[in-house]
């Protein structure tokens, strides 16, 4: 296993999306995982919301161990319930 893997599961439990309202927390389901860094949550609304996971940085899918990052995502967070605080906008995702 590459190190990130663990690195990935530590930073998991400070989930954080990357919107223009700071410091505002919400609760919803895993509902994807794009790659390593990158999921959809599906919040009370029933809206899908993509979500930067901060301070992570995972190899690209194209990259070596990007689909195994990917893989210890959906291990990690697929179909579970998280805490999201929201701290800024991505305007990549």
Same mark, same amino acid.
């Given at each position: 296993?590459?190190?990130?893997?663990?690195?990935?599961?530590?930073?998991?439990?400070?989930?954080?999306?990357?919107?223009?309202?700071?410091?505002?927390?919400?609760?919803?389901?895993v509902?994807?995982?794009?790659?390593? &860094?990158?999921?959809?949550?599906?919040?009370w609304?029933?809206? #899908?919301?993509?979500?930067? %996971? $901060?301070?992570?940085?995972?190899? !690209?899918? &194209?990259?070596?161990?990007?689909?195994?990052?990917?893989?210890? #995502?959906?291990?990690?967070? %697929? $179909?579970?319930?998280?805490?999201? !605080?929201?701290?800024?906008?991505?305007?990549?995702?």
């Amino acid at each position: 296993m590459p190190r990130i893997l663990p690195w990935i599961a530590s930073t998991f439990m400070a989930v954080v999306l990357f919107l223009a309202t700071p410091a505002q927390a919400w609760e919803g389901l895993v509902i994807g995982v794009h790659d390593g &860094d990158t999921i959809t949550v599906l919040n009370w609304d029933l809206e #899908t919301v993509k979500v930067r %996971l $901060a301070d992570v940085d995972c190899p !690209e899918l &194209d990259q070596p161990w990007g689909y195994m990052a990917k893989w210890y #995502t959906m291990y990690q967070c %697929l $179909a579970r319930f998280v805490d999201v !605080e929201q701290r800024g906008y991505d305007r990549r995702v």
